[in-house]
């Protein structure tokens, strides 16, 4: 079976960017576009792995990102923030809401890829 991985972002062209590099690196890819969907859809799918977007309406990846983590079901699930913050100030927060890393956007394949090795 194809390990799933969930993306997670509310700008179009990012999230079909996502989605064209996971399918292309042969994985299932499960998409939602906001915070309040990524949960859901961690819970009812389980995926493997999840990029997660930061700045989203509502419920923004930080505090999707924390939910899914405190949910012993989806606990073990790693996040991945894709996102156009990268301070430095930026990357140890999302350490700090449980990420496991940060990938600045614009984003190239390569590094997505490299991400889903290390997890998958």
Do not use: H
């Amino acid at each position: 079976m194809n390990n799933k991985i969930l993306i997670v972002d509310d700008s179009k062209p990012d999230l079909e960017k996502l989605k064209t590099i996971v399918l292309d690196a042969g994985y299932q890819a499960i998409t939602a576009i906001s915070g309040e969907e990524a949960i859901e859809k961690a819970n009812s799918m389980r995926p493997d792995l999840i990029f997660m977007d930061i700045i989203m309406d509502k419920k923004d990846g930080y505090q999707a990102c924390r939910e899914i983590i405190a949910d012993k079901k989806t606990k073990n699930i790693p996040i991945i923030f894709v996102t156009t913050k990268n301070q430095k100030a930026d990357y140890v927060w999302a350490e700090l809401q449980g990420g496991k890393a940060l990938i600045a956007k614009p984003f190239t394949s390569d590094q997505i890829v490299a991400e889903i090795n290390k997890y998958i």
